[in-house]
Structure formats: C-alpha cells, structure tokens
C-alpha cells in the first residue's frame, strides 16, 4: 500500500538511525536493562544500573547474586521481586549452557528466564542491527493508531509490521519507539507537531 510506504518512509527520514536511550556499555549491560525495562521506563532504568553494574559488572557475579541484594539496587523498577529472580536465573544459565558468553541467536535468547521475544529482539535489534521489530507499548499504540495493525497481541502486531515494512526494521522499532513515547502518547498526543498527521485517521487524534 502507498499510505503504509508514506509512513515508513517518514519514520526514516525524520529519525535517523535511532538508537535506545538505555544506557549500556556492553552485550551483559544491554540484556540487564532491556529486562529490567519490561513495564518500567527507560529512564527509570538508567537511574537505577549505575550503582547496579558497580554491584555486579559481569554475568558471573549477577549469577552469584545475593537474592535479597540484588532487589535492594532494582526496587524501585516495576515487578522488582520477578526481575531479580530471573536476571539471577539468566545469569546461571548464560555461565551454565553457554560459557559465559550471551548468546546472539533469538532461539538461545528466548530460552534464558524472563527473555521473551520482544526482549530477544531489543537485544538483537540494538547490539547486531538485526531486522528485527520488537514491539512494546508505545509501537503497540503507533501501529493501531496508523492502522498498520489490528491485531491483538503484541507478536501479531509484529507479524503485521514485519510484512508491511520488510526492511530497515531494526530502525523502525526505535523510530516508532520514540515517536510514541514524545509525540504519539497515550494521554495528549501532539498531533499538531505530528509529521504523519496528514496520513493518520485515528479517533484519538486531537485537532
């Protein structure tokens, strides 16, 4: 369809290359935040690892995390008490069944705890440039707004937006990442700053 070409083709032009704004130096700092990030946000997130990777800077010492510790550094982040059962369990089996070394597939990603597909694809998506979409709140809400997708379930909303784009999509889930976090929110969207404005059609849109 011409619309849907017009809207990747402005997500393109009007972020360029956009990367996360979680903050991370390496694979092990990029899986910590991206799991912690699940229905928390990114900048809560980058509040809180700065003191957590000084606490435990490699995938072996979050393995051999004190429990109760390790919810002291992230208890302020949403469902605190589950992310710090499974970042010890991922941990564990990262040294366990893969040397220590996190693995870069989206297979062997999936079968770590508390890594679902949407955090495989963030992981594979920002450290590989993989073409991956994963989709989270905010490219939930962009995509239904535009009428990309009507499906009901994030991972079919991926499949909508995977064969509607095709390419490039590791930049469109960033773009459309934070187009709904600082244009397209949930509550007061600016559509009159929106650069898809002319091709959106949503009963949320505020004239």
């Known amino acids: 369809m011409k619309r849907n ?14 990367v996360t704004e979680l903050k991370f130096k390496n694979l092990y700092e990029l899986i910590v935040c991206v799991m912690l ?17 000084k606490a435990y800077p490699d995938i072996q010492s979050l393995a051999n995390a004190n429990l109760a510790s390790l919810k002291s550094y992230i208890q302020s982040c949403s469902f605190f008490n589950n992310k710090a059962q499974n970042l010890i369990k991922m941990a564990k089996a990262v040294c366990e069944n893969f040397d220590g070394e996190i693995p870069l597939n989206e297979k062997d990603l999936k079968s770590l705890a508390g890594v679902g597909q949407k ?3 963030v992981v594979l998506i920002e450290w590989c440039g993989a073409n991956f979409m994963a989709v989270d ?17 994030p991972e079919a909303t991926e499949e909508d937006l995977t064969r509607i784009f095709k390419d490039n999509l590791n930049y469109l889930h960033q773009a459309m990442v934070l187009f709904g976090r600082y244009t397209c ?19 949320d849109k505020e004239i």
């Open 5 to 18: 070409l017009q809207i990747k083709e402005l997500f393109l032009k009007n972020f360029d290359k956009p």
């Open 37 to 53: 990030s699940a229905q928390c946000t990114d900048k809560r997130v980058n509040l809180i690892t700065p003191d957590l990777f």
């Open 119 to 121: 955090t495989a694809h």
């Open 137 to 153: 709140t905010h490219v939930f809400r962009v995509s239904h707004r535009l009428n990309l997708s009507k499906a009901k379930t």
């Open 185 to 203: 929110k949930a509550k007061k969207p600016l559509c009159k700053e929106c650069f898809l404005n002319h091709l959106c059609t949503s009963k």
